[in-house]
């Protein structure tokens, strides 16, 4: 595959799964200039490395007291304290881990891309609160969040892929993402379908909305929750100049969005074309695949929609950052192809 096609699409959990696709077409508005840099950009800096005790950290979050919870490959879910360093393993899945969301009753809420929407208690007991949507089982479940009277809210990333060949998603443009309603008595209600790749989300510090991420959309949207516009869909931040992940809401009140990769010039052109050229792509072998250069970038949004902070570097200190959180000035980040969560130090 040619450099062009690689640079900003991660391959490190990237395995050959020959497939014929069935490609949709979507004309990609123009990236933007210069990679989208701003006066809000600035180095992505690494200040410290908490060792997880594992691998594959896809996200992390802040608990309400201020320790860090990550899931790794092998389904452990872990507790940090970033002062010490010091971890615990608070439960297993006995699948693979991806979003996370602290419960106030000291549970924890997560998506687990084999087994659903569960729910870990404080004895490691794993409760399953969503396998099915749809009536089809639920498979690549992303992101979650919790409202305050206990409905439950997550992304469902792809229908057709799972997360070893998720760049099969990027190729075929499959839509097949969702958003989910998981009301108290445990009825599950599809909110919004046909989705790119629906990826991080947030729920607004009112509740009247929730923001979302579309991967493959590169773009971040609002979902009215309450008032007169309850159900409809409007823009907070598109045509980014990369791929957004996960996203988590910061003490700061600010919306931070992990951006697992920039866009790449030679996917958009395709996209719009017959999806022929794609498959015979997704399927070369995989020595004809060029790793990417390493990219970590993180961004920080108001709730407008204006970028407040946009960090990134290719100096190989970290890549392909899938997660960030922030809490009273600590900004960590995460990635599913790497061991270990970095602290961030931003520039006076």
Not at 72 to 90: Q, S
Not at 109 to 125: M, S
Not at 298 to 313: H, I, K, P, S
Not at 336 to 341: I, P
Request: net charge negative; charged share 20%; proline share 7%.
């Amino acid at each position: 595959m040619p450099n062009a096609l690689r640079s900003g699409l991660h391959t490190k959990f990237f395995k050959v799964s020959r497939r014929l696709l069935s490609p949709r077409c979507w004309n990609p508005p123009k990236a933007p200039a210069q990679g989208g840099r701003t006066e809000a950009t600035s180095t992505f800096k690494v200040s410290r490395r908490l060792p997880t005790g594992g691998r594959g950290p896809e996200d992390v979050v802040f608990d309400h007291d201020g320790r860090l919870l990550v899931g790794l490959e092998g389904g452990d879910v872990v507790r940090i304290d970033p002062d010490t360093g010091d971890r615990i393993v608070v439960g297993n899945t006995g699948g693979r881990p991806l979003g996370l969301e602290p419960g106030g009753d000291g549970t924890i809420l997560l998506c687990d891309h084999d087994r659903g929407v569960l729910r870990i208690h404080a004895d490691g007991l794993v409760e399953i609160l969503v396998d099915v949507v749809a009536g089809a089982p639920l498979r690549f479940a992303s992101n979650v969040v919790e409202g305050r009277d206990g409905t439950i809210f997550f992304t469902v990333s792809t229908r057709r892929w799972d997360i070893e060949n998720y760049l099969g998603d990027f190729f075929e443009h499959s839509c097949t993402g969702m958003l989910a309603r998981r009301d108290p008595d445990g009825t599950v209600t599809v909110l919004l379908d046909d989705l790119k790749f629906a990826n991080g989300l947030v729920i607004a510090p009112d509740a009247t909305h929730l923001l979302f991420a579309e991967s493959a959309g590169y773009r971040l949207s609002r979902y009215w929750l309450s008032g007169p516009s309850a159900g409809t869909v409007e823009p907070l931040a598109h045509n980014l100049p990369g791929i957004p992940d996960n996203m988590s809401l910061g003490s700061d009140g600010r919306v931070w969005v992990a951006i697992a990769g920039p866009r790449n010039a030679l996917l958009d052109w395709l996209l719009p074309r017959p999806g022929v050229v794609r498959t015979l792509l997704w399927n070369l072998p995989e020595f004809l695949r060029p790793q990417a250069a390493p990219l970590a970038w993180v961004m920080a949004f108001d709730l407008d929609g204006t970028c407040v902070y946009d960090l990134r570097t290719n100096d190989g200190s970290y890549a392909f950052v899938t997660s960030v959180a922030e809490r009273y000035g600590t900004i960590v980040a995460a990635s599913l192809g790497e061991t270990d969560v970095v602290v961030l130090k931003l520039d006076a």
